[in-house]
């Protein structure tokens, strides 16, 4: 029995969401940034250009997504043996981690001499691009185990993610006393020993049952119980100073939460197991009755299938569907050549790019309009409870519209491109409290994209090079970020800029940044409409009738 449960997609997903949970060290740059620039002597231009290696280490998974297809694809794995499978992709990612967080703590505490920038961005790049191995295999090997259920796990897998800096925060308050050096090290050590322990454990399994949607369902609820923890812990450290014993017992508390996965596992291997038992005692016992066994199989025919189509008609319905489904079985140069790929490239540099943006701006911006340094970094805090539910929201919602109605999922980018187009409009109007509200549309919005672009990808282009496919569209992210930040918003605030050190304050700071990436935003949405449209009768004729047929 505990060798069977080990082996099951049901603990596969409980190691991938305990190792999502653990590797969004990236998100946490602004803990060890400062000791960074001060160790290393760099001004803050030299810090953003770290940041941008960090940024493109984070986003640019192409090779973590060709590495996944060459060690889990069917002849690749016959071929490879025992070296083959997602914890191969998952080990290289934990190398890279450590190697690249460990460097960083050496330079900064003193144990190595002080790196060229150029060393410093590479190791920096090399930290941040592990995470890309993990949730590539996280990721795809979740659709691939609930195929049925894409938007609703890669919902789940995301929103971890998202919620794996605040949980690596919740630690750094609590173990290293507000020391970020002593943190570089934790992330050096975290994220590798995690993802060495449960790698094993991640594998891809071919089996679909009634029940899945219920357990994914359990999972997604405690997700929100732990962004719903982590909101209120976020608010009383807002508050109060919360003590060291306080810490322990809340982080105690959150590390049960993030564990009580596995008792849903537990669970549904459980009603597996007595689903397949009894399955076999039904067999056996139409063997011995089989006039009974008759009847059923009659009545089971006259119930289930009197509205099946004539073979004409079965015939024709194969013929559209092989022609439609072509597509869902792209590598990435055949997917380059696709009118599909580019528009959601573009979709995705309008609103990866631009929500990005906002997020790496939002303290500056904050600062410009008068808010307090607790106010600023309650916005922070906040932004990755928002981008974590957009992650789960856009997965479960587009989910049901699909299975209930066949709505093509390239809609929903629309929907969130637009609630972007809002977001950003509410920056640009710089009101009272407006980054409040402009922080939830715009997080929102941004994390229902890094949802729903995985998920288009793998139903559009298919699962078997999904990683690879998915990480290039992914590139449109720091891509945009760097256009956005640098280009419109950086470049603006410059020539408005006329305080000291150049500073800038009030609403026109960046009001015409913003107006501007609202503008991109809405071309956004025309962009995903017509992806919309091209694709509205292959999710009908394909994927919504493969999902009627379950």
């Not at 740059?29 to 001004?43: C, E, N, R």
């Not at 981690?97 to 060229?116: D, K, N, T």
């Amino acid at each position: 029995m505990k060798i069977e449960i080990v082996n099951t997609k049901w603990i596969a997903t409980v190691a991938s969401i305990w190792i999502q949970s653990s590797v969004g060290a990236s998100y946490t740059f602004g803990i060890y940034s400062s000791i960074l620039k001060s160790s290393q002597g760099y001004d803050q231009s030299t810090l953003d250009t770290v940041s941008v290696f960090k940024d493109i280490g984070a986003n640019a998974g192409i090779l973590s997504g060709l590495l996944y297809s060459a060690f889990t694809l069917q002849n690749n794995r016959r071929r490879l043996g025992v070296f083959a499978g997602p914890c191969v992709v998952l080990l290289a990612g934990a190398i890279q981690s450590f190697l690249g967080y460990f460097v960083m703590w050496a330079s900064v505490v003193g144990l190595i001499r002080r790196l060229p920038v150029a060393v410093m961005c590479f190791f920096t790049w090399m930290a941040a691009h592990a995470q890309t191995f993990s949730n590539t295999t996280n990721v795809v090997s979740g659709v691939h185990n609930f195929g049925d259920y894409g938007g609703t796990i890669v919902g789940i897998m995301k929103g971890f993610l998202g919620l794996s800096g605040a949980i690596l925060i919740q630690l750094y308050q609590t173990v290293c006393n507000g020391d970020p050096g002593t943190f570089l090290l934790l992330l050096a050590l975290t994220p590798t020993l995690v993802s060495l322990l449960f790698m094993s454990l991640v594998r891809n399994y071919d089996t679909n049952t009634k029940d899945d949607k219920k357990y994914l369902n359990a999972f997604s609820a405690v997700s929100l119980i732990i962004a719903a923890y982590l909101t209120i812990i976020i608010i009383l450290e807002n508050i109060s100073t919360l003590s060291s014993l306080t810490r322990i017992i809340t982080f105690t508390v959150l590390l049960l939460l993030v564990a009580s996965p596995l008792g849903i596992a537990v669970r549904a291997h459980r009603e597996d197991s007595d689903r397949y038992a009894q399955a076999l005692l039904e067999q056996r016992g139409s063997k011995q009755n089989p006039v009974i066994s008759s009847e059923i199989c009659k009545a089971e025919d006259s119930i289930e299938y009197h509205e099946l189509p004539s073979e004409e008609g079965q015939a024709k319905a194969a013929s559209d569907e092989e022609r439609l489904s072509d597509e869902g079985n792209m590598n990435l140069l055949q997917a380059l050549c696709s009118v599909n790929f580019w528009l959601l490239f573009i979709a995705m540099f309008c609103g990866l790019g631009s929500g990005l943006a906002m997020i790496n701006n939002i303290s500056q911006i904050g600062e410009s309009l008068g808010y307090t340094a607790t106010e600023r970094n309650s916005l922070v805090s906040l932004l990755s409870i928002w981008n974590f539910l957009g992650r789960f929201g856009a997965g479960f919602v587009s989910d049901i519209f699909l299975h209930r109605g066949g709505w093509a999922r390239p809609l929903f980018v629309a929907v969130t491109l637009a609630i972007m187009t809002i977001g950003h409009a509410i920056v640009a109007a710089g009101f009272s409290k407006n980054l409040y509200l402009g922080s939830v549309l715009v997080g929102v919005a941004y994390g229902s994209q890094w949802s729903l672009m995985p998920t288009i990808t793998s139903e559009i282009f298919g699962v078997g090079h999904m990683g690879t496919i998915f990480n290039t569209i992914a590139i449109a992210s720091p891509v945009g970020s760097y256009t956005f930040s640098v280009r419109v918003i950086g470049f603006i605030y410059d020539k408005v800029g006329n305080g000291e050190n150049n500073t800038c304050f009030g609403s026109r700071c960046f009001m015409l940044s913003f107006m501007i990436m609202a503008s991109v935003a809405f071309f956004g949405v025309l962009v995903a409409l017509l992806l919309f449209f091209r694709t509205r009768r292959f999710y009908k004729s394909v994927v919504f009738r493969r999902l009627q047929n379950l």
